[in-house]
């Protein structure tokens, strides 16, 4: 996860502080600790104050121990690209004042710090449309699409078995979500997740039921997904289902599935998800290994609130 992620969703809030422009703070209060902002600071005439508090809010508003502010949106030499520079910190006591800066492009629909992310009142309302569109895997909970968990994972990732739990947790407590496996395999590094992915995705064009029973068996049998013995791992996973081992390897290699592969994992890419596992809430990507589950929880209901979602 690049540096200015891992800033949004920290709540230690321990990266470095930025370089920036705004000058020595004044001295603050305990009640309110972050300095005034300085309109001289305020040159550029997009985004909108508005604009980068709303984007804030979407990304932040679930954590109300967080405080910040925005201290400049200024002008640069590159035509319509503005510099936004905030203050953030926490209510606890002796918590650091930290500095975000990245800079916003002519669209007004994108953001750079260290990567490129979406930006905007409603930063997630494009994703949150192609993962309705594009996430076919298999799925539990409600049938509705209004509240969509999209977990991206590869079935050779040491974390993605670890999430099982986790995303277990998140079916029993949000009801009212539809919570989809996607497959993203990382073949560079997991040389089998491809192959275990196809297999899945012929045993859910089966049975979708079927298909939650087969991941927990090759997460179960991970260590054993090598060239010794992965063909085997993944053949007693079909063969604990009652389906025949022999029709799923024919379906996986075949032409039509090895494209679906290919597709799953370009659009993963093409959405933005960088890691497994990660997961989707309404189209906002966390990495679920840097949350808590009690994190994850406030984040899912934020959004839900925030896309006038019903969670019961």
């Known amino acids: 996860m690049n540096r200015f992620a891992a800033l949004l969703l920290s709540v230690t809030l321990a990266l470095p ?25 305020f040159d550029a005439a997009s985004p909108t104050l508005e604009t980068v508090n709303a984007f804030l809010h979407a990304i932040w508003g679930y954590d109300h121990d967080r405080i910040y502010r925005v201290m400049a949106i200024q002008k640069t030499t590159a035509p ?36 490129v992310f979406d930006f905007g009142a409603k930063p997630f309302a494009d994703n949150r449309v192609l993962m309705q569109q594009k996430a076919d895997g298999p799925a539990h909970g ?22 099982q739990e986790t995303m277990a947790n998140v079916v029993r407590d949000f009801p009212t979500a539809r919570v989809v496996y996607q497959n993203f395999p990382l073949t560079s590094i997991h040389p089998f997740a491809a192959k275990a992915a196809a297999y899945g ?45 022999a029709a799923i390897a024919a379906c996986a290699a075949s032409p039509e599935e090895q494209k679906h592969v290919k ?18 809430v309404n189209g906002h990507l966390l990495p679920l290994g840097s949350l808590s589950y009690e994190q994850l929880k406030q984040i899912i209901t934020f959004q839900a609130q925030q896309d006038e979602v019903p969670l019961k």
């Not at 597709?263 to 989707?280: D, H, Y």
Request: hydrophobic fraction near 40%; proline fraction near 7%; charge should be negative.
């Open 17 to 41: 502080l930025a370089a920036q422009t705004i000058p020595d703070a004044p001295s603050v209060t305990a009640a309110d600790p972050l300095p005034k902002a300085d309109p001289q600071y």
């Open 80 to 115: 319509n690209v503005s510099k936004v520079v905030i203050f953030v910190t926490s209510r606890t006591p002796g918590a650091q004042v930290q500095t975000v800066q990245f800079f916003t492009t002519p669209d007004g629909k994108h953001a750079i710090a260290d990567t």
């Open 142 to 163: 409600a049938a509705s699409k209004d509240l969509l968990l999209v977990e991206f994972a590869d079935m050779q990732c040491p974390h993605c078995k670890v999430a």
């Open 201 to 245: 995705n012929c045993v859910a064009k089966k049975s979708n039921d079927a298909f939650w029973i087969y991941l927990q068996d090759v997460f179960d049998h991970q260590e054993a997904l090598n060239a010794e013995a992965g063909d085997a791992t993944l053949a007693n996973a079909v063969r604990k289902l009652g389906q025949d081992p």
């Open 263 to 280: 597709e799953q994992i370009a659009f993963a890419n093409s959405v933005g998800v960088s890691e497994t596992p990660m997961l989707s």
